[in-house]
C-alpha cells in the first residue's frame, strides 16, 4: 500500500454534488503534512519577483515548461509581447475567448516525495479509483501534472470534449489568501433562453461539443479553496471556465492538473458556438 493510498479511497468514499452537475468537490484533499510539504517547496512557490520577464526566466531555471494548453500562447516571447503592450486581449472569430494567457507545466520534479506523488496520481491504483468512481470501463490514459496558469489565461465556458472521460483540478496555491482573488476555476449553468444547448449535444451524436460565450451561463460555485479538488466526468452539462488577470509576479494560480482520456477516441464533428 503507498503512503498516497488514503488519496484514492477518499474519492471512493467522496459523495457527489449534483449542482450545478455532477461532479466531486473535496475539501482537504491532501493531508496536513503533505500540503505542507509541496507548499514550502521552492520550486513550487518561491519568492515574489520584479516583472514578467524574471518569472518566466525563474520558471525555466525552476524546470517548467510551456504547455501547449488551450486558452494559452506557447511562445513566451509573443506572450511577453502582447501583455506588454496590452494587446493579449483578441477576439477570434471562432471562440468566444477574449483573452489568452500562458500556462507552464512543472517537467522535472526535484523533490522525490512531490515526484513520487505525481507517480502515485500517474499511477494503476489512484486510476483505477477514478474508473470505478465514475463507472468507466473505456480503455483510457492518464495524466496528472503541476501546472502553472499565469495572467490572461482563459478558458471560456465550456463542458468538454466528448471523448474526454474525466477532468479533476486541485488547488495548491502559495497559501489561504489567494482564496480572495479571482484565480478560480467556475462551476456554470445556462441561463434559460440557452438551456437547451446540452439537449443538442446529446441528441447531435456527429457533433462535438464547444465553448460558448460568458454571456450565455451564470456561476453556479466557484472552487477557491486551497487543496480542494474538484473531478467530474464530462457531460452535456459539466460547464466550467477560468478567466484570469492578477498580478502573477506576487504568486501563481497553481494546481495538480489532470485528467483521463479514451485511448481509442472517436471522431466528432467540430463546431462554434455560432453553429448554435
Known amino acids: ?26 475539501n482537504n484533499f491532501l493531508s496536513d503534512e503533505h500540503l505542507d510539504i509541496i507548499l514550502t517547496d ?15 526566466n525563474k520558471l525555466n531555471k525552476l524546470n517548467y ?14 506572450y511577453l509581447k502582447l501583455l506588454n503592450s496590452g494587446q493579449l486581449g483578441v477576439v477570434k472569430l ?9 500556462t507552464y507545466r512543472l517537467d522535472n520534479y526535484k523533490n522525490n516525495f512531490i515526484k513520487d506523488l505525481i507517480n502515485y496520481m500517474n499511477g ?27 495572467t490572461r489565461y482563459e478558458i471560456s ?3 468538454d470534449i466528448k471523448e474526454k472521460c474525466l477532468t479533476y483540478l486541485l488547488n495548491i496555491n502559495k497559501d489561504d489568501s489567494v482564496e480572495s482573488y479571482d ?3 467556475y462551476l456554470l449553468s445556462f441561463k434559460d433562453e440557452y438551456k437547451h444547448i446540452p439537449e443538442v449535444w446529446r441528441t447531435n451524436t456527429k457533433i462535438d461539443r464547444c465553448w460558448v460565450p460568458w454571456s450565455w451561463c451564470n456561476i453556479s460555485k466557484t ?32 494546481q495538480i492538473y489532470g485528467n483521463l482520456m479514451y485511448s481509442n477516441p472517436r471522431q466528432f464533428k467540430k463546431i462554434t458556438y455560432k453553429d448554435l
Open 1 to 26: 500500500m503507498s503512503q498516497f493510498s488514503y488519496l484514492s479511497q477518499k474519492i471512493l468514499d467522496a459523495d457527489f454534488f449534483d449542482v450545478p452537475c455532477k461532479h466531486l468537490e473535496i
Open 42 to 56: 521552492k520550486q513550487i512557490h518561491f519568492d515574489e519577483v520584479n516583472d514578467t520577464e524574471t518569472l518566466i
Open 65 to 78: 515548461k510551456i504547455q501547449n494548453f488551450p486558452g494559452c500562447i506557447s511562445d513566451s516571447n509573443l
Open 94 to 102: 471562432d471562440t468566444p475567448v477574449e483573452s489568452y494567457g500562458i
Open 124 to 150: 494503476s491504483e489512484f486510476k483505477n479509483a477514478l474508473e470505478e468512481k465514475f463507472k468507466i470501463t473505456r480503455k483510457n490514459n492518464i495524466i496528472s501534472a503541476i501546472q502553472k496558469n499565469l
Open 157 to 159: 465556458p465550456h463542458p
Open 183 to 185: 484565480v478560480h476555476t
Open 223 to 254: 472552487i477557491s479553496k486551497n487543496n480542494t479538488l474538484v473531478m467530474f466526468q464530462p457531460a452535456d452539462d459539466t460547464l466550467h471556465a477560468i478567466k484570469l488577470d492578477y498580478d502573477h509576479t506576487k504568486f501563481q494560480r497553481t
